[in-house]
């Protein structure tokens, strides 16, 4: 087992580990801003797994993984508006249409891509975003291999960390967005459209997870396999409310799920005692861990998962 503590070891490790993270990372900061606005979306996880089937469709029918990420974020935005009118719309449990979207997008990908590629269980190759190694970042020691050699939408999902941050802690749309997930009588009472405000902030959640479903297929790996998300969308949830509802803290705590994903395959590879089956157990055993300690110290918005309908203002 000294192959652990060796250097090329812990430098793939943490690689993999930032690779592992991206999706995940990228579906929590889309779930934060629906969370921020009131809405709970347990429905990402759908997203991500019909975004990561659409981005190889738009991949291998136009040739451009660009298209293919484009068709994932299209994909994505549709199930938040559908999750949206339901929800916000027609007052529905947030729960209960979250879990019907997550069994509908689990029967619609398995249908649509047996019936794009037959049954042979996984698409052939498409086009995908290649490493791209960033000039002089990537030659510094140890560091430079794990952080400055990723695709582009590995580095897309860190740079929307601060991006994310800035606009719902510094700016007037993320003021509003967190009014109408704490005080959403409040904040109608101040001229605050609450049902657009949780359409939009769900909707780009939406677009996110189908983002986070494009690294999948189009950054991981260049095929689409059934069920692909794997529960990543739990995961993602999960990270949420680790992070605190905070985007920094989302991204430590995908990094960490990452990591410990990333340690499970690589034990497979080099032990023989444990079964494998026990192995991959590891990222959900260290989320469950990770939501047990947080419980009675989280905070979530006050009116997450509660409907809000204008006309029982003054009620």
């Known amino acids: 087992m000294e192959v652990l503590f060796t250097s090329d070891f812990l430098i793939n490790l943490f690689s993999a580990g930032v690779r592992l993270a991206a999706p995940l990372l990228m579906a929590a900061l889309g779930e934060i801003i629906a969370e921020r606005s009131g809405l709970l979306n347990i429905g990402i996880e759908g997203a991500i797994l019909l975004g990561a089937l659409f981005a190889v469709f738009g991949s291998d029918f136009s040739g451009s993984p660009w298209v293919g990420a484009l068709s994932a974020i299209l994909t994505g935005a549709a199930l938040g508006l559908v999750f949206a009118f339901i929800t916000v719309t027609l007052g529905g449990d947030q729960v209960v249409t979250g879990t019907a979207i997550n069994i509908l997008a689990l029967g619609l990908s398995t249908y649509l891509f047996r019936l794009a590629y037959g049954l042979e269980g996984f698409s052939h190759e498409v086009e995908f975003f ?51 997930g704490d005080h959403p009588r409040a904040a109608d009472t101040m001229g605050i459209n609450v049902a657009r405000t949780r359409y939009v902030a769900v909707t780009i959640g939406g ?68 079964p494998y089956q026990l192995l991959a157990t590891i990222p959900y055993i260290l989320t469950v861990l990770a939501l047990v300690g947080v419980v009675g110290r989280a905070y979530p918005p006050k009116a997450l998962g509660k409907p809000y309908l204008r006309e029982e203002r003054g009620s």
């Open 207 to 274: 677009m996110l997870a189908g983002l986070a479903g494009s690294i999948l297929t189009l950054s991981h790996l260049n095929i689409f396999v059934e069920n692909i998300s794997a529960g990543r969308g739990f995961i993602a949830l999960a990270a949420v409310v680790f992070g605190q509802w905070n985007p920094a803290g989302a991204m430590f705590s995908a990094l960490l799920f990452g990591i410990a994903d990333a340690l499970q395959l690589r034990l497979q590879t080099i032990s023989n005692v444990l």
């Open 130 to 180: 290649r490493p791209l190694a960033i000039p002089l970042l990537s030659e510094i020691p140890f560091i430079g291999p794990i952080f400055f050699k990723q695709s582009f939408l590995v580095y897309l999902a860190f740079i929307f960390v601060p991006v994310v941050a800035y606009y719902l802690f510094r700016t007037m749309w993320g003021l509003s967005l967190r009014a109408a």
